[in-house]
């Protein structure tokens, strides 16, 4: 081993000085990789403390050196393999897969020093990195030149600023057991899932500090890589054992879609990419919407002729601008797409609400959403009325959105009246905004926990999520069933948007009973049945509903909103036999689907999983104890990211903050975990949201209700197994001290109680009374401990409303 320009080094090449030598070139071989980033003084300062104990160590006998060293190397090795183990505990896995962790600064060139290894990713090579070490493989009285000469020598070329970035190049590997850099080398980076070895390899940190990542395929998901946690390394010394901290980023597993990306311009608008872009028709055969009942139909270019009337009316007679919201009151309807695309056309906002509303929760989306115009029905117009005077909003700006009423203008007679009116232009995105930063719907959501809150929907969110199933969606799905409510982001974008962006017939259900539905499917020879979970379960237990329609032409079922056991999948598949299952996952703040069922995965083996991630869509999967990446098969809370995650909530930042994080990742409150397949399944729920055939309700804002009540104390209310509709609400209710009334008669007060001032899907089913809520020390109720006692029985006096169970 010779240093250039020492000559002495040459003539002292005694077998000692090579057993010494070859021991000092293995070490530094093994921990060259693993040294940290030192600034010049410090690394000065180290060099020359190292060679002063190797002065030290050259003055004791050669017996006593060789078992001075041969025990460092024994605890050496020992310290190593604690740090494998700390690494593969750190790292993420991918059952195939082991981590190569970061790169950090070692203190000076060895001799001989190898050139670095190039790693290649697929049209990416790096071939930056350099290998630092100390060379200790000679003794501070074998060179001429002092310690201080010495490490001027060695490391002042690297300049004044020897504690850049631009050195801090070093390797350092992890594998998971069984591999070995050999084999990782000879496959490169293809992933080998039966060997169970293989490795992944990183880029080195750019001149910036910037981390580059490279991206290994694993089948139907990509996962991607960067640094690890805080870790332990051990310095070079042969007197004692060392150590330093390394710190880095915590570590981050991305699985990322196998599907194309997708890209749309940043300046369309949703009006724009929807009806401008292609050729549309007007004739009574052309794709639009059809009224499945009364045959009524409009085309999707009578769709664009009304908006656009209509907007220019609104713009005009009602003084609508952008940003300003209308809200649409109203159950499924042809016209239901008129009024929505007539606001987003000229700027302002589109929100739907829930036909089911009672005065005060109307009420509170109005307040919410800050409505301006509002569209509903005969139905329930007075309610309407009621909830707009409320809100003050002027009587003139409810209309009706089909339909008549005395003293009441319709959406129709403003389309007639209006044809004289000169066309407003749409909307168009201003300089430095992009369709992502204007909102389109606001959609009411409970998020995790809370109130219900609105949740912007922005024109790029649209489009994105449009695409991404668009690019899924079989050719042969030309009819649409719209039986899903056109409130909710489902019905948003697969049956209002998502048939027009694709030029296929929709028929819309204004009213659902499962008979019509069938019926329904049965008349229009639909193909894939969209239907909500509960409605899946009616199809298998009650054959007798079938018998009376021809479903032969049904090719698939697709669900979404709560998870199928495997035994009802089972029994559709058996019902149905040779036809396809899938189904999506999502929720109104990823615009619907994060994952879905590609046509490749239609089979029922596959049913019990969600799906896998849509384009340009990535996800994490967080241990919820520790804050990790979880690998393969392993489950957590499951975090989103793409194109179609929302803009957040209105007027909320708290909300939007503790839901999305700085890095745009949706944290969920779901639980799962993504098998080798790259399917997601979903296991469990962070969230405290009670789905109700489908639809959210939130334990809050009952509790709020309930705790009006004159006979309640306290109440928690959270969600328990209904074979119908998937979850009921249950309240437990604490009586307050004085109350002297038996618990039926006070159950049968609060069940009406609740009737009287919420929805029917936010009815009790059941009422426990209990002496205390389960609360924590920061008086959070804990209503995992309330579910498990619901499930595993009680002692206390529980009361059921025969009624719920009754209804679907």
Not at 492 to 516: A, C, E, G, M
Request: net charge negative; charged share 25%; hydrophobic share 35%.
């Amino acid at each position: 081993m010779t240093r250039p320009g020492n000559k002495r080094n040459a003539s002292l090449n005694t077998p000692e000085r090579q057993e010494r030598a070859a021991l000092d070139e293995t070490t530094n071989r093994r921990l060259r990789n693993r040294l940290s980033q030192r600034n010049f003084r410090e690394r000065k300062s180290m060099y020359i403390k190292e060679l002063e104990k190797r002065s030290k160590l050259n003055a004791v006998s050669e017996s006593e050196r060789n078992r001075v060293l041969l025990r460092e190397s024994r605890d050496l090795r020992a310290e190593m393999l604690q740090l494998r183990s700390k690494v593969l505990k750190l790292s993420i896995s991918l059952n195939a897969i082991a981590l190569q962790i970061g790169k950090i600064l070692d203190i000076d060139a060895p001799l001989e020093q190898p050139m670095p290894r190039t790693e290649t990713c697929g049209d990416f090579e790096d071939d930056s990195a350099v290998t630092w070490a100390p060379d200790l493989s000679n003794s501070v009285e074998d060179d001429e030149s002092s310690a201080e000469e010495r490490f001027e020598h060695d490391v002042g070329s690297q300049g004044e600023d020897a504690n850049s970035t631009s050195v801090a190049n070093t390797w350092i590997e992890a594998q998971i057991p069984g591999g070995s850099p050999e084999q990782a080398e000879a496959k490169s980076i293809d992933v080998d899932l039966a060997t169970s070895e293989p490795w992944v390899h990183h880029t080195t940190r750019t001149e910036s500090g910037a981390r580059d990542v490279d991206v290994v395929s694993h089948q139907e998901a990509v996962i991607s890589y960067e640094d690890i946690t805080s870790i332990y390394l051990p310095s070079i010394t042969h007197s004692e054992i060392q150590y330093h901290q390394f710190k880095v980023q915590p570590s981050i597993m991305i699985y990322q879609s196998q599907n194309p990306k997708i890209s749309f311009s940043p300046k369309q608008t949703l009006w724009s990419w929807l009806l401008e872009s292609k050729p549309l028709f007007s004739d009574r055969n052309a794709p639009g919407f059809t009224d499945a009942i009364t045959k009524e139909h409009i085309s999707f270019q009578s769709l664009k002729d009304y908006a656009t009337t209509l907007s220019s009316a609104l713009v005009t007679n009602y003084n609508l601008g952008q940003n300003d919201t209308v809200v649409v009151f109203a159950k499924n309807s042809i016209w239901y797409p008129v009024a929505t695309l007539a606001a987003v056309r000229v700027g302002a906002v589109a929100c739907g609400v829930s036909p089911e509303y009672t005065v005060d929760e109307f009420y509170y989306s109005l307040k919410i959403s800050k409505a301006k115009v509002i569209f509903a029905t005969v139905d329930n117009f007075d309610i309407a009325r009621a909830g707009a005077k409320k809100a003050g909003i002027a009587p003139k700006n409810v209309i009706l959105l089909e339909g008549s009423r005395q003293g009441v203008t319709s959406i129709q007679e403003i389309l007639e009246g209006s044809k004289a009116l000169v066309e407003v232009s749409p909307l168009q995105v201003a300089d430095g905004k992009t369709n992502r930063d204007i909102c389109a719907f606001l959609c009411f959501s409970s998020g995790t926990t809370g109130l219900p809150k609105a949740v912007m929907i922005s024109h790029g969110n649209i489009i994105a999520q449009c695409i991404q199933t668009a690019d899924i969606t079989l050719p042969n799905h030309n009819r649409v069933l719209a039986a899903l409510p056109f409130h909710h982001i489902s019905g948003i974008i697969h049956q209002l948007h998502l048939p027009i962006h694709r030029n296929v017939k929709v028929y819309v259900l204004s009213k659902f009973t499962l008979d019509l539905l069938l019926k329904t499917a049965s008349e229009y020879k639909i193909r894939e049945l969209v239907v909500v979970p509960p409605i899946l379960i009616r199809l298998v237990r009650e054959p007798e509903l079938m018998s009376k329609y021809d479903l032969s032409h049904v090719e698939r079922f697709s669900s979404g909103a709560a998870p199928l056991s495997r035994e009802i999948l089972t029994l559709l598949e058996k019902t149905f036999p040779g036809t396809g299952f899938k189904q999506g996952y999502g929720m109104t703040e990823s615009c619907s689907a994060i994952t879905s069922h590609p046509p490749s995965k239609y089979g029922y083996k596959y049913a019990d999983r969600v799906g896998m991630l849509v384009g340009s869509t990535e996800v994490r999967i967080v241990d919820i104890e520790t804050g990790e990446d979880c690998e393969v098969g392993k489950t957590g809370e499951i975090w989103a990211r793409g194109p179609q995650m929302a803009m957040g909530y209105l007027d909320n930042p708290e909300a939007t903050e503790s839901t999305f994080d700085k890095d745009g990742f949706l944290h969920t409150g779901d639980i799962g975990y993504f098998d080798h397949d790259g399917m997601l399944a979903i296991t469990d729920r962070l969230k405290e949201i009670i789905k109700v055939k489908g639809v959210g309700v939130a334990p809050a804002e009952l509790e709020g209700l309930l705790l009006g009540h004159p006979h309640v104390d306290d109440v928690a209310v959270c969600g328990i197994p209904d074979e119908r509709a998937g979850e009921r609400p249950k309240a437990f209710v604490v009586l307050k001290p004085s109350e002297d009334l038996r618990p039926v008669e006070a159950a049968k007060d609060i069940f009406e109680y609740v009737r009287k001032g919420k929805a029917r899907h936010k009815w009790l089913k059941e009422i426990e009374f209990v002496s205390t809520v389960p609360k924590s020390p920061a008086g959070k109720i804990l209503r995992r401990k309330l579910q498990d006692l619901a499930l595993n029985g009680s002692r206390n006096v529980v009361v059921r409303d025969p009624g719920v169970v009754a209804k679907l």
